[in-house]
């Protein structure tokens, strides 16, 4: 599968991709679970709930953890407003 669609050339987006629509297992196997966490830290507000949830269980992210690294974040809490 290609996870290029748009030209991207920066590998942490293209492994992010993976994370969000490739094999699970495949893609824990090819990067170990210390890379996907850098990953998953980088681009923590990006994935849905579903895949935000899904992934701190595979990671061992707890939800203390979480909340300590993402306090005093604006990223999902900055909305476009429906006018």
Do not use: C, H
Request: glycine share 4%; charged share 40%.
């Amino acid at each position: 599968m290609k996870f290029n669609w748009d030209g991207e050339k920066n590998p942490r987006v293209i492994v992010f991709r993976r994370m969000l629509y490739d094999s699970p297992e495949k893609v824990l196997k090819e990067y170990g679970k210390e890379k996907l966490r850098g990953i998953f830290w980088e681009f923590w507000f990006q994935f849905d709930r579903r895949n935000l949830n899904f992934w701190k269980l595979v990671l061992e992210i707890s939800d203390e953890e979480f909340r300590e690294k993402t306090e005093g974040s604006s990223r999902k809490a900055v909305k476009i407003r429906d006018y």
